[in-house]
């Protein structure tokens, strides 16, 4: 019979493999698990106060509160004017598009009316001649129309004239006119002179008003004949007066000069 070996060899190996991992150290992977924690617990602790360098010093909560609110009070009026310009171009932007589509009429704002057609028209329904001058070239109308006088208003007909120099006269021909009527286009302004033209007595008005205050009337001629009040009012040089009044020499003459 043969004689059986020991199996205590393979124990001595496993042993001598232990002794092996001890000397080479724990196994590979625990040392950067352990530096990971320890960055970890690093990232965690308290960072030191930053130090401003105006101050030398960290910040206490009150300074930093502060500056925080000044930050967002700047930002807050920065966003204010940046909106409001912004809202200003658009506006500017809006308007130019607006200019550049709508259409523009290149005809004279200054419209040219005529009178003497429209007095024509008007003849019929009143029982005196109405009067319509001819004047010289350069001179135009820019507004006629015959004011029936409801209400109890005092009828007229009326012509709005505009001179070579774009000068105005207003002409007024009204009917059974009373001295309330003329008080009214004439505000507190008494006859200064009369004035003798083309045969025809007119009363001359002047406005004492503060030139601020005068509007369109600065000059004035009046005369009666029949029923009819002539009142010539406006801004333009006695000159120009004086021409109407001549052209209208005629129809006064018709309703009884004075």
Do not use: C
């Given at each position: 019979?043969?004689?059986?070996?020991?199996?205590r060899?393979?124990?001595?190996?496993?042993?001598?493999?232990?002794?092996?991992?001890?000397?080479?150290?724990?196994?590979?992977?625990?040392?950067?698990?352990?530096?990971?924690?320890?960055?970890?617990?690093?990232?965690?602790?308290?960072?030191?106060?930053?130090?401003?360098?105006?101050?030398?010093?960290?910040?206490?909560?009150?300074?930093?509160?502060?500056?925080?609110?000044?930050?967002?009070?700047?930002y807050?009026?920065?966003?204010?004017?940046?909106?409001l310009?912004?809202?200003?171009?658009?506006?500017?932007?809006?308007?130019?598009?607006?200019?550049?589509?709508v259409?523009?009429?290149?005809?004279?704002?200054?419209?040219?009316?005529?009178?003497?057609?429209?007095?024509?028209?008007?003849?019929?329904?009143?029982?005196?001649?109405?009067?319509?001058?001819?004047?010289?070239?350069?001179?135009?109308a820019?507004?006629?129309?015959?004011?029936?006088g409801?209400?109890?208003?005092?009828?007229?007909?009326?012509?709005?004239?505009?001179?070579?120099?774009?000068?105005?006269?207003?002409?007024?021909?009204?009917?059974?006119?009373?001295?309330?009527?003329?008080?009214?286009?004439?505000?507190?302004?008494?006859?200064?002179?009369?004035?003798?033209?083309?045969?025809?007595?007119?009363?001359?008005?002047?406005n004492?008003?503060?030139?601020?205050?005068?509007?369109?009337?600065?000059?004035?001629?009046?005369?009666?004949?029949?029923?009819?009040?002539?009142?010539?009012?406006?801004?333009?040089?006695?000159?120009?007066?004086?021409?109407?009044?001549?052209?209208?020499?005629?129809?006064?003459?018709?309703?009884?000069?004075?």
């Open positions: 019979m043969g004689t059986r070996r020991s199996p060899p393979p124990l001595r190996r496993m042993a001598d493999r232990r002794q092996s991992q001890t000397r080479r150290g724990p196994p590979r992977g625990h040392g950067a698990h352990d530096r990971r924690r320890r960055a970890h617990q690093m990232s965690r602790a308290p960072k030191p106060p930053r130090i401003v360098a105006e101050l030398g010093r960290p910040e206490t909560p009150q300074e930093t509160a502060d500056r925080l609110a000044e930050n967002s009070r700047k807050r009026s920065h966003k204010t004017v940046n909106n310009v912004l809202s200003l171009l658009v506006t500017v932007g809006a308007v130019l598009v607006l200019v550049l589509l259409p523009r009429n290149d005809n004279p704002i200054t419209r040219d009316v005529d009178y003497a057609s429209i007095a024509a028209q008007v003849q019929p329904v009143v029982d005196h001649p109405l009067a319509s001058p001819e004047l010289p070239d350069g001179w135009s820019n507004d006629a129309e015959w004011q029936a409801t209400n109890g208003q005092v009828p007229s007909w009326y012509i709005g004239l505009l001179t070579p120099d774009n000068q105005f006269i207003g002409f007024n021909q009204a009917f059974d006119a009373n001295p309330t009527w003329l008080a009214q286009k004439l505000p507190n302004s008494p006859v200064v002179d009369t004035a003798s033209i083309a045969g025809v007595t007119w009363d001359v008005y002047r004492s008003a503060p030139a601020a205050d005068r509007g369109n009337f600065e000059y004035a001629l009046v005369t009666t004949a029949g029923t009819s009040t002539y009142l010539l009012i406006g801004t333009a040089p006695t000159g120009d007066f004086e021409t109407l009044a001549t052209a209208l020499a005629a129809n006064v003459a018709k309703n009884g000069a004075p």
